[in-house]
């Protein structure tokens, strides 16, 4: 007989853990997750978003689950029992090599969490426990987002299980109303099509559209409302600036940080830290709003630099501190960016059969959404300035200095002589 438990969850109701997931639950990379919040600092604001990267997992394996289940039932596709404990595994270790409080570090420029799961799945107690149940290769593929497995796209595509669980699990953990998306349609509208290279690939069948897009206006909604709310930048750019800081001087290495927990890491930084970031963040005594503008009311769209050059935005504070009459590291200039936030990538089949992409322009012939996803992404963008202290910024200087091109804005930030 098949081993097996249940888990109770207050999202899915009852998870049962199948072999494969009980052959490397109880390992410690995968405990470890037990103690990374998945929302990072969205507790300060959302008191309930202390659930963790551990009950994620456990729902996206959860969710793998049901929809290989349905696939097959729906006789779409037959996967051998290798292949879907694959998969399965790949849903349940998608996070393995993620950080503490969330992706605030990836912006302070430490590498993405997914290359981190290679040396969990490679090395220690989980890879042990994965020889002979899956490759490390084709699981690191996976979750990495370049396999050329036929359903790789249930652990990273447009339909995602990640997505369908973070998602849901996030606004009901918060306690908003946003993050409402019909799992159960977009689960049983999940089919199987050929690609343009002619290999198997997730699909959606055209009767699950409005849940899709239902899917995608959650997106929307959440970062609007959850994920960039101005409390919560507030927070991740203090904790950036702490991190980046302790680094420099030597105080944590990167590493280390890789493989510790959100309350281990900031015990580390409140038992040596000069700047007091820590302990403002502790007792949540976070940086105000000296500036608040929508991308919307940009003149055109700003060079990427603001999310993708941490050196060069924390050169460019200071300035801006300095000139504010603020001491360094007393002002976070925060413009986040999320450009594919709700692209989609995927084969809709059409209810004569006949097979199309849901991709760019193309997109909007078959859902509404699309066609304003550029000014949704706008309004939701949010360019603001925070200032511990009293300092002042003007608007217009601010708007100007997102404009420059890279150079310019290094420029802009050079020390005074």
Known sequence: MTRFEVVRDPLWNNIRLDAEALAVVDTPAVQRLR??????HAFLVYPG???SRFEHALGAYHLA???LTQLEDAGETRVDAADRALLKLAALLHDIGHYPFSHALEEAGLPHHELLAERHLMHGELAERLAGLAAPERLLGLIQGRS????AGLVSG?????KLDYLSRDAWMCGVPYGVIDVDRLLTSLGVALDAHGRPTLALHEKGLAALESLLFAKYQMYRNVYWHHAVRSATAMFKRLVRQAIGAGRLSPDAIATATDDGLIHQLVEQDPTGLARALRERRLAKRALDLSAAELPAAPPSWTADDPDLVERVEDRLARDAGLAPGRLFL????????LALDVPLVKRDGAVTQLEGADAAAHLGLPRVATELYRSARRLRVFVLGEGRVEAKRIVNLVMLPREEAATFALPAA
């Open 334 to 341: 925060d413009f986040p960016a999320k450009p594919d936030m």
């Open 158 to 162: 447009s339909l995602d299980v990640d």
């Open 148 to 151: 050329a497995e036929p359903l």
């Open 65 to 67: 689950r049901r929809a």
């Open 35 to 40: 103690y990374v919040r998945q929302l990072g």
């Open 49 to 51: 978003a202390t659930h």
